[in-house]
């Protein structure tokens, strides 16, 4: 069973600064089959990048993502008030799991 | 677009069923999957199975074989959770979402809270 680990747990950040969230895959995976999601509370999850690096509809181009084989990065370049959330990671090949989250807060 | 929304909020017994509907407007609804993912209060994301309302093909994650079964009803747009057995540690919201293995889960249902209490 493939595992996904996120880290960190919980990031403190101000406006305006750089965030970076990593993903741990357990064996590597095809990149092609990694996404992020976000997740602000009482809502549910909302995609923002697939396949690894591909920004879906909508997505400001201040998120990016990275990585291959069992390490992936989310990368929001400079947090707005907006993005202060919890971040998802999934893989979606043959199976289907979710990293444990990351916790994006204010410093 | 597909929007996909859920039915309300569920309070059940140990031991009992629950029924959680995902009815779909807009878009195509037969040709993509539809999966159910769950959230125990203050935890991650588990997929618990999906299915291609297409071809009724349903595939269940391993820890809910046997107590989870999802179906849709074309005519209405409809996919159904249906989860039995119920304990306490089933106290969770219920997302539906389009997606399956090598399609990213887009979009996703407003989610249904389940509470299993005594």
């Known amino acids: 069973e493939i595992v996904l680990t996120q880290s960190p747990g919980t990031l403190s950040l101000s406006p305006g600064e750089r965030a970076t969230l990593s993903c741990r895959v357990s064996?590597?995976?095809?990149?092609?089959?990694l996404a992020w999601y976000q997740q602000k509370p009482g809502q549910a999850p909302r995609l923002l990048i697939y396949d690894a690096s591909s920004r879906a509809t909508g997505i400001p181009d201040r998120f990016s993502g990275g990585g291959s084989g069992t390490d992936y990065t989310l990368t929001i370049s400079r947090v707005e008030p907006e993005d202060f959330a919890v971040y998802h990671c999934h893989h979606y090949g043959g199976s289907l799991t979710f990293g444990g989250g990351t916790k994006v807060e204010i410093k | 677009q597909v929007q996909l929304v859920q039915s309300g909020a569920e309070v059940k017994k140990p031991g009992s069923s629950v029924k959680v509907s995902c009815k779909a407007s807009g878009g195509t609804f037969s040709r993509y999957a539809i999966s159910w993912v769950r959230q125990a209060p203050g935890q991650g994301l588990e997929w618990m199975g999906g299915?291609?309302?297409?071809?009724?093909?349903?595939n269940y994650a391993q820890a809910f074989q046997g107590r989870v079964t999802i179906t849709t009803d074309e005519s209405t747009r409809t996919s159904y959770m249906e989860l039995s057995s119920l304990r306490s540690e089933d106290t969770a919201v219920y997302y539906c979402a389009r997606g399956s293995p090598g399609v990213p889960f887009d979009p996703w249902g407003q989610g249904t809270l389940v509470t299993v209490s005594s």
């Open positions: 299915i291609i309302p297409l071809f009724g093909a349903t």
């Open positions: 064996e590597s995976v095809s990149s092609s089959y």
